[in-house]
């Protein structure tokens, strides 16, 4: 079996079994209509009655014999089964599609108090990004070490602009070419589900206008990992320093990124 099957019979049988723990009534069908029934859940019938869509096609969903399932039709067999968030985003994570109902931009639920504070608590240089790159928060040792992004100067918390668009980037980043055809190829992997954001486009043509190194290295398309790894800065007043990335996701915010810098050597003071 390969991947494209076993993706397709996970779906399928994902959605049966909500099907069947998913209550009639919760689907607001009248008692009277319910009759003689073998199972607590909902029948086929009712599922792809209350979807708009054929029997027979929901059939084949949930037996992983099609690909075709649209995400608007994914999104109506979510609501007809009344899928809680953290069972409709493993819907369509299963599906390889993107929730219709997701914000496209700026609409994204506020991000809870201990997650800010969290990033302030790392002694080594932390700071957390959302899906556009713009710095949320950060800790004083990310304001020490980002002269021009993080500290009281900076106009401008996004870290493209910073990359692309400053001075200080180019003084304090090691490698700053290499680093910084990288840095497009992750966040094209970063943003691969927006790409027809209006903000994403909009940034992306602004940057190209601005920095030559950025237009080329967009229209490259190349796609690689935020997986870390070294990072090399030289300071203007500590002086040169090594780092090793760390990456993590928020749970229920994967559209957020904390980001670690730590120390390569136990010399190195973070804060």
Not at 34 to 44: A, V
Not at 64 to 73: C, L, N, Y
Not at 86 to 112: C, M, N
Not at 231 to 256: C, E, I, K, T, W
């Amino acid at each position: 079996m390969d991947n494209d099957q076993a993706r397709r019979r996970a779906l399928g049988e994902f959605i049966k079994t909500q099907r069947e723990q998913t209550p009639p009534a919760q689907a607001g069908l009248p008692q009277l209509s319910l009759g003689r029934r073998r199972t607590p859940g909902l029948r086929r019938e009712e599922v792809a009655q209350l979807c708009g869509i054929s029997v027979t096609w929901y059939t084949w969903i949930e037996q992983g014999r099609t690909d075709s399932v649209s995400p608007q039709a994914l999104a109506r067999i979510a609501e007809a089964l009344h899928l809680p968030r953290a069972k409709r985003a493993y819907l369509f994570e299963l599906a390889g599609k993107k929730d219709p109902v997701l914000p496209e931009h700026g609409g994204e639920s506020a991000i809870a108090p201990e997650i800010l504070e969290t990033v302030r608590h790392f002694r080594a240089p932390a700071y957390l990004m959302d899906r556009y790159w713009n710095a949320l928060a950060w800790n004083p040792a990310a304001r020490k070490l980002f002269a021009g992004w993080l500290d009281t100067r900076a106009g401008n918390r996004n870290l493209l602009h910073f990359m692309f668009c400053t001075e200080e980037a180019r003084q304090l980043t090691g490698d700053w070419e290499q680093r910084a055809r990288r840095v497009v190829a992750e966040f094209r992997a970063d943003c691969a589900p927006w790409l027809d954001d209006p903000q994403v486009v909009s940034m992306v043509e602004e940057l190209s206008a601005r920095n030559a190194l950025f237009k080329r290295a967009w229209r490259l398309q190349d796609v690689v990992e935020r997986e870390g790894g070294e990072r090399r800065f030289h300071h203007p007043q500590m002086g040169d320093l090594s780092y090793r990335q760390v990456n993590f996701r928020v749970a229920n915010r994967p559209d957020l990124k904390l980001v670690t810098l730590m120390p390569d050597s136990a010399g190195i003071e973070a804060a």
